[in-house]
């Protein structure tokens, strides 16, 4: 039985001096201890460069999707509020033309305020304001009826509107030429 031990204990002793001896595969050219510890240096250095990497495509993409998801909650109504816009312009050319009585400038006043609370923002457009092509729409353009009125926009046809930061409708005007 010690005979058996002994002879196990040989061999152990044996395998684990074989281990020792032996060099890294990857890279290794010489097997000296230097040599080891400068291929186990590149070997952490490639893998440290790898996670920073990956840590920074993950980061990229977790403010990319925090974008879209804003972008998501702020324009989540642009259909439906760009749908309701006729309605707000007629609502316009009704006070305009011939005058709403109390009952549907009430209902005009309550449409304005729920659209402006769903975050709806008609922007300034009137005559006499600089022609604005990331704002305005011309519709046409009539000779200026003074030579300081080139370029402007001399009637507003529906106006503009915004939903948070973006334009949902530009405002259709008549420049003068």
Do not use: C, W
């Amino acid at each position: 039985m010690k005979e058996q031990e002994a002879e196990e204990q040989t061999v152990e002793q044996a395998e684990n001096q074989d281990i020792m001896t032996e060099t890294p595969e990857e890279g290794a050219v010489g097997g000296t201890a230097s040599e080891t510890v400068e291929n186990l240096k590149q070997q952490l250095d490639e893998a440290r460069n790898k996670f920073l990497y990956l840590y920074s495509d993950f980061e990229t993409y977790k403010r990319h999707a925090a974008r879209e998801r804003i972008d998501l909650i702020t324009s989540a109504g642009r259909e439906i509020l760009t749908a309701l816009l006729p309605i707000l312009d007629d609502f316009e050319r009704a006070r305009k033309n011939s005058g709403l009585d109390e009952g549907m400038t009430l209902i005009h006043h309550k449409l304005t305020g729920i659209l402006s609370s769903k975050g709806l923002a008609q922007f300034e457009t009137g005559p006499g304001d600089n022609f604005n092509a990331d704002r305005h729409e011309a519709i046409a353009e009539i000779p200026a009826p003074t030579e300081d009125m080139k370029g402007k926009i001399l009637d507003v046809v529906e106006h503009g509107y915004m939903l948070g930061e973006r334009i949902i409708r530009f405002a259709k005007v008549v420049v003068g030429q």
